[in-house]
């Protein structure tokens, strides 16, 4: 019962690919060499090192509902491949790229069945499970919720932005990092002397080509042994060396995507930047977000709202260049746009900085939840009726413009705020001269209210 279950919904291609009537060497590099065992796979030591929390789950076959999450190539669907091959329990491969909800209902009506009849456990792992959205997802919740199916999920994307709540909270999310670079290698160098990797005759690989193919490949192993595979069909004279690798390689993929976390890490890392006034490291992640393609008009509202909270009054022009540098932006386009964008990007980063103005607010606000709407002072009030006059409104108050120095000391705070400091201006930058100006009206205030005689 259990073979024919596998042998129809789990591709042939993961489960042996030399137990079938396909040529091996018309399968690509990177499956033909997907470890068997978990003895066999390369990184994830935090994962499914020795006395590892997921290694003892595999190993005495305990596993429950799991989300895999992490980059292209880090392992994983080998993961899952591996868990199929150790699990005494029913295991199903699903694709949300290929399947729908329909395949799900088909999948469970037969695992209940051989939960009922067989006491078999039924794993489902469903590859790029993203692709799926949160109300499909919803399909799985109450399989998961009866203990019909031990759902595993793989996915690029972060499962907090992507993955349905409820089936999140009913999950463990492992996270696999990208390969190191010794780890890319090694695999390398097993494809040129496992029998399941490179076609005979093995090329001569130099160690330079092998070096840059793991150091280009950013952490992905299929990247790595697909571009290896490559080299190697293009070998001269049965020999790969560095340009050859080059070749194969072509230009390293950038890890960005518009939507998921990459995006959210790389446009904090370019903020970080300038905010800490390094402008090569602003200009350096102002370059990954353009040469991924994000939208440039992205980029520059970031760089206002930047300018008026990490700089502020330090330097009042930032938020001008800011806002000219949105409609440079919006008039030019790229890729000439790139050039307005790195000016204020410099500029930003090497302004004085300051976030009173944005601490200023934050308090501001903190203190109208908390205290409520307090009244407006008498003095400070409009009056523009009898009524309202007789009532006091507006008396007492000072017209500024009437005092030489175009100053009044008087209150503009509710009565239960008096006191109170929000905005306090730093020594950096232009701030300092509003922090000496703020100082004065202080002391003139002093002034004015000491107690004559």
Known sequence: MLDSVNSTLFPATYMDLFDTQTDPRSIPLAERLRPRSLQEMVGQQELIGEGKLLRRLIESDQLSSVIFWGPPGTGKTTLAQVISATSRSNFVFFSAVLQGVKDVREIVAKAQDLKK????????????????????QDAFLPYVEKGDIILIGATTENPSFEV????????????????????????????????????????QISDEALDFLAEQANGDARTALNALETAAAAAIDGKVDLAIAEEAMQKKVLLYDKGGEEHYNVISAFIKSMRGSDPDGALYWLARMLEAGEDPLFIVRRMVIFAS??????????????????????????????????????????????????????????????????????HIRNAPTKLMQNLDYGKGYKYAHDDAAGYQSQEYLPDELKGKKYYRPTERGYEKTIGERMAWWEQLKKNKTKPKG
Not at 117 to 136: C, M, P, S, W
Not at 168 to 196: G, M, N
């Open 164 to 203: 349905n709540a409820a089936l999140l909270s009913r999950s463990r999310v492992f996270v696999l990092e990208l390969l190191k670079k010794e780890d890319i290698l090694q695999l390398l160098q097993r494809a040129a002397t496992d029998p399941r990797g490179l076609n005979q005759p093995v090329p």
């Open 117 to 136: 009849y067989h006491g078999t456990r039924t794993v489902l792992f469903v590859d790029e499970i993203h692709r799926f959205n949160k109300a499909q």
């Open 309 to 378: 909270e990490d700089i502020g009054n330090a330097d009042p022009r930032a938020l001008q260049l800011a806002l000219s540098v949105q409609q440079a932006v919006h008039f030019v386009g790229l890729p000439e746009a790139r050039i307005t964008l790195a000016q204020g990007v410099t500029y930003l980063a090497t302004a004085p900085k300051s976030n009173a103005s944005y601490v200023g607010i934050k308090e501001a606000q903190a203190e109208v939840r908390n205290s409520g709407a307090l009244p407006v002072p008498l």
